[in-house]
């Protein structure tokens, strides 16, 4: 069983930044696939970035077209986090954003949320215009 927890969500103005931590427990943090979705009122949950790691490539991480340029997925092994850095942001960020762990690092499963076996309780981000 892993427990994931968010923090670093809040109010900020367009352009500005955030910096979202997700701090999961267990031994094996490198063997998760570890990603960030989002879901805003009345729309469905959304692939916003994913993290995987091996010993021979490290960390692969894949963006969604909506963010790419602007938000940077990072993981720190040995503090068994993930990091979601979101710069320019748009009021269309606005959103709870979820920590999520997985095993399945295929490309086509990475950017759906059935694919995660873990997650956060979301933490929200909003962006005013």
């Known amino acids: 069983q892993v427990q994931l927890v968010e923090s670093g969500g809040g109010l900020v103005q367009a352009g500005g930044s955030l910096r979202l931590s997700c701090a999961a427990s267990g031994r094996t943090f490198n063997s998760y696939v570890m990603g960030w979705f989002r879901q805003a009122p009345g729309k469905e949950r959304e692939f916003v970035a994913a993290?995987?790691?091996?010993?021979?490539?490290?960390?692969?991480?894949y963006y969604a077209d909506s963010v790419k340029g602007r938000f940077t997925i990072s993981r720190d092994n040995a503090k068994n986090t993930v990091y979601l850095q979101m710069n320019s942001l748009k009021p269309e960020d606005t959103a709870v954003y979820y920590c999520?762990?997985?095993?399945?690092?295929?490309?086509?499963?990475?950017?759906?949320?059935?694919?995660?076996?873990?997650w956060g309780q979301g933490t929200q981000v909003t962006v005013s215009s």
């Open positions: 999520a762990a997985g095993y399945n690092s295929g490309k086509n499963s990475i950017v759906r949320a059935n694919q995660y076996d873990y």
């Open positions: 993290s995987s790691w091996s010993g021979w490539s490290g960390s692969v991480v």
